[in-house]
């Protein structure tokens, strides 16, 4: 079955510090990857996907993730944290007409 | 550009009440419809999905409905609201017949059930 893993629940990083944030997926087939993140109280909203092609995608305000079957990883990175990206971040895999989520990885910045 | 619209934002009911909680989407016809609920603490439950009017699939057994009366109106509703069923619900669509897309979020409903 399907499924998506982020084994990280909470992780604390310094403003200014570089981020990475797990994401390890179960699919048969070639995946359909995305990060979301959701701001507290707020909606879910895209940050970047993977359909095919480069490997290393790019997304919104400054963060990449890269695709690596071999680990069936899909890790989103962000070279310099703000204090501005303290959310919740969802990792998925699309699988059909739905998406199969992660857990989410709250990310806490400290100052 | 395709948007999409959830409320109320914000909402306070008590135990054995009616719930109704709407959603729209303009801009795009057929879409895919989503309704999610996330509990405190909690990651994202997927609750019901429709792919056309009238054609509702429910992923969990519980105490709550889901229609779409109209292609890009999706409701979510209760006869008698329970306490377990306050959280964060969101709606959300996709482009339907085709995987290169994600979803879209509204901005959610918070309910507490009191």
């Known amino acids: 079955a399907q499924s998506v893993t982020q084994p990280d629940i909470h992780i604390t990083v310094s403003e200014g510090a570089s981020l990475e944030l797990r994401c390890n997926y179960s699919?048969?087939?070639?995946?359909?990857l995305f990060w979301y993140v959701q701001s507290p109280g707020q909606g879910l909203q895209l940050l970047l996907k993977?359909?095919?092609?480069d490997t290393l995608v790019q997304g919104i305000k400054g963060f990449e993730a890269e695709f690596k079957r071999s680990q069936s990883s899909f890790n989103l990175r962000k070279p310099s944290v703000h204090w501005s990206d303290a959310a919740e971040y969802f990792c998925?895999?699309?699988?059909?007409?739905?998406?199969?989520w992660g857990a989410g990885t709250k990310l806490i910045i400290k100052p | 550009s395709q948007t999409i619209h959830q409320w109320p934002a914000t909402l306070v009911q008590p135990v054995g009440s009616p719930l109704s909680l709407e959603c729209t989407v303009e801009?795009?016809?057929?879409?895919?419809l989503y309704w999610y609920r996330q509990a405190a603490g909690r990651g994202l439950q997927l609750l019901f999905y429709s792919v056309g009017i009238g054609q509702i699939s429910s992923e969990v057994p519980q105490n709550l409905s889901a229609s779409r009366p109209q292609d890009r109106q999706f409701i979510l509703s209760s006869k008698k609201l329970l306490l377990s069923d306050s959280g964060f619900y969101l709606c959300a669509w996709s482009v339907s017949g085709s995987n290169n897309y994600g979803y879209t979020f509204g901005s959610g409903t918070r309910l507490t059930v009191v």
């Open positions: 993977y359909f095919s092609g």
């Open positions: 998925a895999v699309r699988s059909n007409y739905q998406l199969i």
């Open positions: 801009g795009t016809s057929n879409p895919n």
């Open positions: 699919y048969g087939a070639t995946p359909y």
